[in-house]
């Protein structure tokens, strides 16, 4: 069983910044994609950020520039650096891993960007 768990998330200013992490464990042996969605109140889920085996990483437009997708794979984490924060990007941050065996999602982050 793979489980995923995102952690990091709170209330943050306007301008600010967070670090989302995304700890994955149990039986995985190759992790092909990691993903970042988001999913705000009465809003489809969307893909912000992707990071393929071979380290190319992908963003929406409405996070590039702001956004850094990073992992670990000693540790099988990855992470989110969200900088420069806007009240618009609040939402419940997700986790997604795709492996050989499927696709994984963990519980989600509450970011709330407000003053």
């Known amino acids: 069983q793979v489980q995923l768990v995102e952690s990091g998330g709170g209330l943050v200013q306007p301008g600010g910044s967070l670090r989302l992490s995304c700890a994955a464990s149990?039986?995985?042996?190759?992790?092909?994609?990691w993903g970042w969605y988001r999913q705000a109140p009465d809003m489809q889920r969307e893909l912000i950020a992707g990071?393929?085996?071979?380290?190319?990483?992908k963003y929406a437009d409405s996070v590039k520039g702001r956004f850094t997708i990073s992992r670990d794979t000693s540790k099988d984490m990855a992470y989110l650096q969200m900088n420069n924060l806007k009240p618009e990007d609040t939402a419940v941050y997700l986790c997604r891993i795709i492996t050989p065996t499927g696709g994984y999602w963990g519980q989600g982050t509450q970011v709330t960007v407000s003053s």
């Open positions: 990071m393929v085996k071979n380290g190319s990483k």
């Open positions: 149990g039986n995985i042996f190759s992790i092909n994609h």
